[in-house]
DNA sequence: TAGATTGTTAATCGATTAACAATC
DNA sequence: TAGATTGTTAATCGATTAACAATC
């Protein structure tokens, strides 16, 4: 069998937002749209939005457009969103609790069975129907039940000091909040990773390049 | 005085890595590095962190590389860490907790002056210091306390609801947590998005990828 | 059929990498 | 001075946009 070209990673990157604004077309009883159309309301081009489509298939009709709730199924296959990933999450500090309370797993194509706490006070209680457990517990956790995706919403220090057992129990792909690098220290893993301070840093280059040329503005 | 022309976007993004990085070898004793062993280091190319760097000057010295701490203040000086732009955050749920307690603003360039939340029970209750307020404070608040940024950590429905009036207040800049889309309805906005739907999902994506390069290998 | 809109190829644009002269 | 490494130009690569024939 020939081999898949892999899609690039900017094409994926998109994926959820287009299934996004389907869903928002779908709910509001809109079951037609063109590229032309969709792009005007998403902020890019028609063209973008068809190569991007047709990565995967040619999901649409000449001269009618695309099915809005054929299309967001299929996005919904691409990105497995029925394949339900086994997933553990080890922190819950306020990110940890705000991420197992907020976000609904199942309809992403997750299941979030067991949720780690190095805090003695907070092992033991529970969240989301889960009892939190002691890291010292993760081996034979996930020896018992195997687990495909990590989610680290600890520190770096506490990240770099698991990496290496969360590797022996067999996860290889991890939904990351710290700091610590994972790609440097292992080949062979998927890491994506959220940083919310460079995040932050970001945003704050982006405000004084605003606030300056306003200034310029105001000079002329 | 010619206009200095805009640094892209992906330069831009790389550079809270650099100061993470430099910051860690300043941390580990080291004061000089070339780009060759900090591009091994961080898992680019040489070329590319000389050709970001230079987007804003030169800073190296031929035959000897750069020196850790003074890149380290160059970068900290483009990123405007010191210009403390005045902030608010809206929304006190589990993620903007996590957000006001964890990040430390006055050392990324921010400085958070108040918070909101719509929840009663919160309102008046203080976190890092401040009092809670509700959001029917913002603009009196906003008249009073100049403020260029906004965090919103509310779901989409409240920052639709909220949009105009905090356009209105004259906030521009906005750390947005929610699904909602400003760039569409507003222009000359600087919004950056974390979408953690977003990058769950597309963590998926690339997890089911692996499973099957895996399986494959197997098979053969 | 005529009009609309896709799928796809070709052109453009921008970002990354390579190469090397300048220079510490 | 010789060796090392930058700053910068040129080459390559990849992603986005434009164009249009295919076709519903």
């Known amino acids: ?8 990673i900017s094409v994926i990157r998109r994926l959820p937002r287009y299934y996004r ?3 928002d077309l ?3 009883g809109i079951n037609r749209i063109s590229s032309r159309e969709l792009s005007e309301r998403m902020g890019l081009t028609a063209s973008q939005i ?4 047709n990565c995967f298939g040619g999901f649409g009709q000449q001269g009618y457009g695309y099915n809005v709730s ?4 299929e996005i919904a296959r691409i990105l497995g969103l029925d394949n339900q990933l086994n997933t553990i999450l080890i922190g819950v500090g306020n990110l940890g609790r705000a991420i197992v309370s907020h976000l609904d797993f199942g309809q992403r194509g997750f299941n979030l069975t067991a949720v780690f706490d190095n805090n003695p006070e907070l092992c033991g209680t529970t969240i989301a129907g889960m009892t939190i457990m002691d890291p010292s517990m993760l081996e034979e956790y996930c020896s018992a039940h195997p687990t495909q995706v990590a989610i680290l919403t600890i ?8 990496s290496e057992r969360l590797i022996q129990c067999g996860i290889r792909c991890f939904w990351n909040f710290s700091h610590y690098d994972f790609n440097l220290d292992y080949e062979n893993v998927v890491v994506e990773n959220v940083h919310l ?7 704050g280059y982006r405000v004084n390049e605003y606030l300056r040329t306003q200034q310029t ?3 002329e």
Do not use: I, N
């Open 26 to 28: 779908a709910k509001a």
């Open 50 to 53: 068809r190569q991007d489509l």
């Open 197 to 203: 301070t460079d995040s932050l840093m970001t945003l």
């Open 70 to 73: 054929s299309l967001r199924e």
């Open 1 to 8: 069998m020939a081999v898949k070209p892999t899609v690039s």
């Open 21 to 23: 604004f389907l869903g």
């Open 217 to 219: 503005k105001t000079e």
């Open 155 to 162: 520190p770096r220090t506490a990240a770099e000091a698991l």
